[in-house]
């Protein structure tokens, strides 16, 4: 069974078409990064354009790299959520007009449980239940994958999510947006002793803060600069990288071991940092944990993780009709 996935839900209009939720056919991800970078951010108003002047085209090429006719695949599938509304209503509004004209199914996706469902495509043989570390630009979860399409939320970012601290902190020891792959790359040569940063406290066990975090690198950035000293920047990005995956390694644990899980998954594009992966697979080894990562280039947003979860809701009748609209917000575990 093949799926049509279209992703615009934040700067990437991406297409794919999946089959039986594990195997990419094709999958094409235009990125908007180049010009949301002048502005230090994504601009909304911007990234809806660009998405309505990309869509026709991106979804013609995943057609065409596949080798495929549109009335060929047997669904669309659709972010309708979470994500900025008026990039995620493009996607929508596409998959609608498509899905009506092919008269084929139209299957809403939520975009956390499109990040998790990446790892089905590296991994076959990656079956529910397991947990999953879910750690975005705009979200920081730990999930219980009860099954492909139940999900219960055990821990949550209070404040920033993992990845807006890794862009903040990137941002202070002056890369670009998005700066959490530049800071991962400049840590390589640091040393992550150099830099005391602080680990926040949080009441819930499984979860997370970064703000103060955050701050404390631009404080202490802030602070250099005054005194007139350099900061060594690489031992900062090192600094930074290591305590974030500590952090993140540390909850994740405690939940693994409470709620007695022996597999663990991770996704999001903060899932492509090489400190939080070197610390996942030492800690899993260490603990007998089988451990699941997805391939680098399905980390960051794309439509193939979109079409592999597609599959699964589309398996459970997960359909929408025409009256389907986007959310900004939306949990994981409601229904569209
Ligand atoms: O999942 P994603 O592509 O978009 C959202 O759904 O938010 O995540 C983007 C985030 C950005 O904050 C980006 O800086 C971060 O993932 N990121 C990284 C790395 N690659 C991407 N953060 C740390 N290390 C990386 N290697
Ligand atoms: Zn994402």
Same mark, same amino acid.
Not at 21 to 25: L, P, Q, T
Not at 80 to 84: K, N, Q, S, T, Y
């Given at each position: 069974m093949k799926i049509l996935a279209i992703e615009t839900s934040c700067d990437e209009t991406a297409a794919a078409i999946v089959e039986d939720?594990?195997? =990419? =056919?094709s999958s094409v991800v235009n990125t908007q990064i180049e010009e949301h970078k002048k502005y230090g951010g994504v601009v909304p108003e911007i990234a809806s354009r660009r998405h309505i002047e990309n869509i026709t085209s991106v979804v013609e090429q995943a057609f065409l790299d596949a080798n495929m006719?549109?009335?060929? =695949?047997d669904a669309i599938a659709v972010t309708?959520? /979470?994500?900025?509304i008026g990039a995620v209503l493009v996607g929508v509004n596409f998959a609608k007009g498509l899905a009506m004209s092919l008269e084929k199914p139209l299957i809403p996706v939520h975009h956390i449980r499109g990040h998790i469902a990446s790892n089905y495509i590296t991994n076959a043989e990656l079956k529910p239940p397991f947990l999953c570390l879910v750690v975005s630009g705009g979200h920081s979860h730990i999930v219980e994958v009860l099954d492909y399409t139940r999900f219960r939320v055990v821990g949550r970012t209070r404040d920033d999510a993992a990845g807006e601290a890794f862009d903040k902190a990137a941002r202070s020891v +002056?890369? @670009?947006? /998005?700066g959490g792959v530049l800071l991962d790359k400049l840590s390589? @040569? +640091?040393? /992550?002793?150099t830099y005391p940063l602080p680990t926040p406290h949080t009441e819930g066990k499984y979860d997370f803060s970064f703000s103060g975090l955050k701050t404390a690198v631009i404080n202490t950035v802030h602070n250099a600069e005054q005194k007139g000293i350099a900061i060594v920047r690489e031992d900062m990005a090192a600094s930074f990288c290591s305590k974030v995956a500590d952090i993140l390694w540390d909850r994740t644990e405690k939940a693994i071991k409470d709620l007695n899980y022996t597999s663990l998954a991770i996704a999001g594009g903060?899932?492509?940092n090489s400190w939080l992966r070197r610390k996942a697979t030492q800690e899993c080894q260490k603990n007998n944990i089988k451990l699941y990562m997805p391939d680098l280039k399905l980390?960051?947003?794309?439509a193939a993780m979109i079409g592999s979860q597609g599959y699964y809701e589309y398996l459970e009748g997960n359909f929408a009709n025409m009256a389907l609209n986007g959310k900004p917000y939306m949990e994981i575990d409601a229904h569209f």
């Open positions: 939720g594990r195997k =990419i =056919i006719q549109s009335n060929e =695949i309708a959520a /979470p994500g900025l +002056g890369l @670009t947006y /998005p390589q @040569t +640091g040393n /992550p002793n903060v899932s492509a980390c960051g947003d794309n």
